[in-house]
């Protein structure tokens, strides 16, 4: 399987791309952003692309994971929506096949009414429109990072320093909320590979794949 990573130096990205560096399925990764991620691996291409929002079209691949993404908190509903919806859709239509396998990460609460959810939940609408082989949305609650990964966000990285101590009794009281980093990697390529039963997927079905 020959992949497309949109996000890879993300928290979320970090984990996927190690997983699919990992797994003997995954035999192609092109990574694609704003920025490389300083990693060298047999399987790995990547491709920076300064402005996501005009890209050249991207084929020969089998499934798109895309990771990326930013934090609403002090931003307005439009440079939010630039970033969160804009950008995911040129991605999605510079790779979209009828072959293509298109996982989005999105958020749980994303059917909520504040400003984010709306702007995620528009973007999964879109992306299950388009003509692809299959489009799954996956919405995690709680991550762990794991494997030494950390957030490129200043406020993430205080709250994963803050709550690590309680993370094994956040995962005994809300196993149905709380994945990892690894576990949506590895879900990610079992569900591009395999299909999943529900095109959107909350953590506990993230787990379960």
Not at 25 to 50: F, I, N, S, W, Y
Not at 146 to 154: A, E, R
Not at 168 to 187: K, S
């Amino acid at each position: 399987m020959k992949v497309i990573l949109f996000g890879a130096t993300g928290m979320v990205g970090q984990g996927v791309l190690r997983e699919c560096l990992l797994d003997p399925r995954v035999t192609d990764v092109l990574t694609v952003g704003r920025a490389a991620t300083g990693q060298t691996h047999a399987k790995l291409r990547e491709r920076v692309e300064p402005d996501l929002l005009h890209l050249a079209p991207i084929a020969g691949y089998d499934a798109c994971f895309f990771c990326l993404g930013v934090t609403s908190s002090g931003m307005t509903e439009a440079d939010y929506r630039r970033i969160t919806y804009d950008v995911t859709l040129a991605a999605a239509n510079a790779v979209v096949s009828p072959a293509m396998t298109f996982i989005f990460v999105s958020g749980a609460g994303t059917d909520g009414r504040a400003m984010w959810a709306r702007v995620k939940k528009a973007a999964e609408d879109a992306l299950l429109r388009m003509p692809f082989k299959a489009a799954y949305m996956f919405r995690p609650a709680i991550i762990r990072p794991m494997h030494g990964i950390k957030s490129k966000t200043t406020s993430y990285r205080l709250f994963y320093a803050l709550a690590a101590p309680l993370m094994p009794l956040l995962v005994r009281m809300l196993p149905r909320y709380v994945t990892t980093t690894e576990q949506i990697g590895r879900a990610m390529i079992n569900v591009a590979a395999n299909g999943y039963p529900k095109h959107v997927l909350e953590s506990e079905d993230i787990n379960r794949c």
